[in-house]
């Protein structure tokens, strides 16, 4: 039996696009983390998230280039998916929990 995927989610903040992704994927029976890239966010990407990780989410090409630029060593065999999410959508809004699922589901 192949082991299963742990999925990463990065926004900004760790507020809203992220969690939701967590919390959807947790629901589906995944190993799922979510974190900001915002000194300020709820909760800030680590070392040990991107360790973890088989598969980074981010919603936006900033992000990525973000994670690049703080962990480069580190993500040299990780894929890192660019979902192109815009900050439009609050926590579990059905229109973002429908966008993520569709843009999701294909990598997985």
Not at 96 to 105: A, C, K, M, Q, T
Request: aromatic share 10%; glycine share 2%; net charge neutral.
């Amino acid at each position: 039996m192949l082991d299963q995927p742990t999925l990463l989610f990065i926004c900004s903040r760790n507020k809203w696009r992220s969690p939701t992704a967590e919390k959807i994927y947790l629901d589906k029976g995944f190993s799922a983390r979510s974190a900001g890239t915002s000194p300020n966010a709820q909760r800030t990407v680590s070392v040990k998230d991107i360790q973890w990780s088989t598969h980074i989410f981010v919603m936006e090409n900033k992000h990525k280039q973000r994670l690049i630029a703080k962990f480069t060593r580190l993500l040299d065999y990780k894929k890192i998916v660019v979902l192109d999410i815009p900050d439009d959508y609050q926590y579990m809004d059905a229109d973002l929990v429908e966008i993520l699922h569709d843009s999701i589901e294909h990598h997985l």
